[in-house]
C-alpha cells in the first residue's frame, strides 16, 4: 500500500490490526519520504533509522499497545537515553542523556517507534524555528517562510508526512503556534497533567509536553498514553486519567463558548479574524452558545511572559558551564575565562538575550519592580479565567495573529516576534490546556489556526469542540503541494 506516511495513526492501527500492512511498511515508507523531503525543509536534526528498526523488533515480539508500530518524532529538548540531546544549541554538542524523559518510556512502552529528533528554536527561544543552531526550518506550505516556533520541526515534520506523531513542548505557544502555521493539530495539556521528567527546562513553571498530529483523534490517542502522574515530577498532579478517546464525540449542542473581545483588536490580520469568525459560526450553526466576554488582563501576558520566562530560564540555563558535559571552549586561561568564552561561544545571540533580561530582573533592586510585579499580574491573568469557567464551558480565539511571515522578516525585531505569541501565552501563565486545529487557509494558501481553552484538567470538553469542528470541516485534510 502507498502512501502511509500521509495516514493517521488511528487509521494506521486499524491497517494493522487487520493485517493489511504490516509496522515495517510503515517505518520504510517514512524513512522513504524522509529522504525525498527532509534535505529541503530540515525538520529533522538526527534521524536514526537503525535504531528505529531495532525498536520495531522488540515491539513486533510484544504486537501490542496504543501506539504499537507508529513512528513518532521527538523534539531535541525531550532526553532519549544514549541518544544526542541538544535543545538545538552548540552548547550541549555531543550531550547524550543516561536516561529517558517519562514520556518517551510511556510512549515506547505502548509500542511506538522512535524515529529521531525534531528541529527547535535554541532552548525553545523563539517563535519561528530560525535560532536553531542547524539552522532554519521550514514551512511545508510555503518553503519562504517559518513554521512557527520553537516546536517547529515537529509540526513541519507532521504537516509535510515526515512522521506520523510528533511530540513538542509548550513554554508559551510553543506546540500550538507552529501548529496552527503549519495547519496540523496541536495540543498543550493542563501544567502537571504530563510530567516534564527529562524535558530540558526553559521555564519550569509554564514548560508543558504535548502533542502535535494530523487530526484531533490522534491528539487524544497520544494524551492518553503521555498523561498520568509521575513521581520523578514533583509538579506532576496525582489525578486519574480519563480515556479522552470517549471525549470525540460530534455534538456541542448547548456548550457555553466565550470568545474573548481582547484577541479581536488591531493587530489581528484580517483573514485570520475572518477564519475564525467562520469556525465560531459553525459551533452557532451546531447548536453552542457562543457569547461575546472579557479576559482585562489579557494586554499585559506578554510583558509578564517576558518577565516571568526568562527569569526562569537565566536560572535553568545556569547550568551549562562547559564542566561536566558539552561545548568547551578551547585555550582558556582559568575557570572564569573558560566559562566567560564557553557561553559566548556555545549560547547563541537570542539565548544570550532571554538569560540577560532574566538575570536583570532577578538582580537586587529590581525583582520587586519586575519579577514579584510579574507574578502578581499572573495571578490576575489566572483569576480572569476562573470567571470566565464560571459561566462558560471553553474559550475560542484565534491561535496566532497572522498566517506564518517569511523567514528572516523579523530576526532583527524580536519586540515583533515576541508579539507572535500574543494569544497563546495567557494559557501558559495560568496554567491551562489549549488546543489549536486547522480552521482556514489565507488566499495564498497559508494554514490558519483556531484555539480552543478550558478549565484546568478539562481536556475532555476541549477535545469534544475540537472533534466536533473537525468532523464538520475539512481544513486538516488540506496537505501542502510538496
Known sequence: MENLHSLTAHKLKELISGESISPSDILNDVFHRIELLDLKIKAIVLKNRQKARDSLKASSAKKQGKLFGIPVLIKDNICVKDE??????????????????????????????????ANMDEFAFGSSCETSCYGPTRNPHDLERIPGGSSGGSAAAVASDETVLALGSDTGGSIRQPA??????????????????????????????????????????????????DEMDSTSVELPVPDYTKSLVKDVLGLRIGVPKEYFVKGLDEEVAMSVKNAIDVFKGLGAKVTEMSLPHTEYAVSVYYIVAPAEASSNLARFDGVQYGFRARDARDIVDMYIKTRSEGFGSEAKRRILLGTYCLSTGYYDAYYLKAQKVR????????????????IVTPTTPAPAFKIGE??????????????????????????????????????IGLQILAK???????????????????????????
Open 180 to 229: 496552527a502555521l503549519c495547519g496540523v493539530v496541536g495540543l498543550k495539556p493542563t501544567y502537571g497533567r504530563v510530567s516534564r521528567y527529562g524535558l530540558i527546562a526553559f521555564a519550569s513553571s509554564l514548560d508543558q509536553i504535548g502533542p502535535i498530529t494530523k487530526d484531533v483523534e490522534d491528539a487524544a490517542i497520544m494524551l492518553n498514553v503521555i498523561a498520568g502522574h
Open 84 to 117: 544526542a540531546t541538544t535543545c538545538a544549541s552548540k552548547i550541549l554538542e555531543g550531550f547524550k542523556p543516561p536516561y529517558d524523559a517519562t514520556v518517551v518510556r510511556r510512549m515506547e512502552g505502548e509500542g511506538a517507534i522512535l524515529i529521531g529528533k
Open 379 to 394: 495571578t490576575k491573568i489566572r483569576e480572569d479565567f476562573d470567571r470566565a469557567f464560571e459561566s462558560y464551558d471553553c
Open 456 to 482: 484546568p484538567f478539562d481536556e475532555e470538553t476541549i477535545f469534544r469542540a475540537a472533534y466536533t469542528f473537525e468532523q464538520n470541516t475539512d481544513h486538516h485534510k488540506k496537505k501542502p503541494n510538496l
Open 410 to 447: 523579523k530576526t532583527g525585531d524580536p519586540l515583533s516576534m515576541y508579539l507572535s505569541d500574543v494569544y497563546t501565552i495567557p494559557a501558559n501563565l495560568a496554567g491551562l490546556p489549549a488546543i489549536s486545529i486547522p480552521c482556514g487557509f489565507s488566499k495564498t494558501g497559508l494554514p
